[in-house]
């Protein structure tokens, strides 16, 4: 079924410091992505998403483009905050469309 | 303010007991599911229920049940047939049209001693 992939983590960067997260999907079609984020002790919440082929999308400073060509869709921030530490999870459609399914999770941890 | 209560945050049960976890919305959402979270594993569907009174299982269904009497209602119950019960269970709701967007709650620890 369709499924994505997260790089594993955790990752520690310094305040300040460029984030990258991997995401890649396998899916038949392009089905839209997203990205959520879950603090600690708390649930999911929607951080962006990308509905079609080579939107970007965006949200508190944090960003990330579907690009069909290499199945990605990789979250990024220019300038990350000890506040955006957190589980970021990338997830698509299940294949019914009902539910999503999620990938492993990917742990940030950011130091002052 | 609209949302998802899930109660209790934090519960403690003996094996061989069954426990049932609530979740109340009030956001008016049809949709309504079942995850849960292990360390190093993400999250996975237990159960999925699309309207009232009827449901659907997802990826690990076995070990726990499900109802959907109420729209605004969709307790887990995990009964002592699921192997390994310990897990951080999350519950989620979706408005009618809106594809993959889910909104959760803040989760239910359960452990099992």
């Known amino acids: 079924g369709d499924s994505v992939t997260q790089m594993e983590g955790p990752v520690t960067l310094s305040e300040e410091a460029f984030l990258t997260i991997n995401c890649t999907y396998t899916a038949t079609g392009y089905p839209s992505l997203f990205w959520y984020v879950q603090y600690p002790g708390e649930g999911l919440q929607l951080l962006l998403k990308a509905t079609k082929a080579d939107d970007k999308g965006s949200n508190k400073g944090f960003e990330a483009t579907y690009r069909k060509e290499t199945t990605s869709f990789h979250l990024e921030k220019g300038s990350v905050q000890v506040s955006d530490s957190a589980v970021y999870f990338c997830?698509?459609?299940?294949?019914?469309?009902?539910?999503?399914?999620f990938g492993k999770g990917t742990s940030l941890l950011v130091t002052p | 303010d609209g949302g998802i209560t899930q109660s209790p945050k934090y519960l403690f049960r003996k094996e061989g007991q069954n426990v049932t976890l609530s979740c109340e919305q009030n956001?008016?959402?049809?949709?309504m599911y079942w995850y849960r979270q292990d360390p190093g594993q993400g999250l996975r569907l237990i159960y999925y229920?699309?309207?009232?009174?009827?449901?659907q299982k997802g990826d690990i269904a076995e070990g726990y049940s499900v109802s959907r009497e109420k729209k605004e209602s969709f307790p887990l119950t995990v009964t002592s047939a699921q192997k390994n019960p310990t897990a951080f269970y999350l519950c989620?709701?979706?408005?009618?049209?809106?594809?993959?967007?889910?909104?959760f709650g803040e989760g239910s620890r359960l452990t099992v001693l």
């Open positions: 989620a709701s979706r408005p009618q049209g809106a594809t993959g967007e889910l909104f």
């Open positions: 997830a698509l459609p299940s294949n019914s469309g009902y539910a999503l399914n």
């Open positions: 229920s699309q309207i009232v009174n009827d449901f």
């Open positions: 956001l008016n959402h049809d949709a």
